[in-house]
């Protein structure tokens, strides 16, 4: 059972598998990074000061007691959060087409053979389509 664990996790496909894993989570780290950190913040410039983070719909406020215990939580339409996650999206499917394609062009180009041309006539062909013609002829 060992061996054949062994064996499983050695194939080529499971370790390119572990390592997209592992790269995903780093790019997804690196790009939420930059979306919040780099493109948000001039987004919000562009949009006059804006944080989209913080805009949401209310649906219910809070409700506290007097000694400031949250009784029921804030009910809200993050609507600002999803535009960072979308904005995050594209970014993330734009690094990755970006990813591909360099890749894309690492890779050998496979020569594709040529076609073989048709077999010509065998020799026997050839010595019966003459043995016919001069049969014609005589």
Not at 42 to 51: E, K, L, N, Q, R
Not at 110 to 120: F, I, L, S
């Amino acid at each position: 059972m060992f061996k054949e664990f062994k064996s499983f996790i050695m194939t080529g496909n499971v370790v390119d598998l572990a390592v997209a894993v592992i790269m995903a989570g780093a790019i997804g780290a690196v790009v939420k990074g930059f979306v919040s950190n780099i493109v948000m913040p001039c987004v919000g410039y562009f949009t006059g000061g804006t944080d989209f983070a913080d805009k949401k719909i209310i649906l219910s406020d809070a409700v506290v007691d007097a000694t400031g215990k949250v009784i029921t939580p804030e009910n809200a339409i993050m609507w600002g959060s999803w535009i960072n996650t979308i904005v995050n999206l594209i970014i993330v499917g734009f690094v990755m087409f970006m990813i591909i394609k360099a890749y894309n062009k690492t890779k050998k180009k496979e020569e594709v053979p040529a076609p073989a041309p048709p077999p010509g006539p065998t020799q026997e062909e050839l010595l019966a389509d003459i043995r016919d013609l001069l049969k014609k002829q005589a």
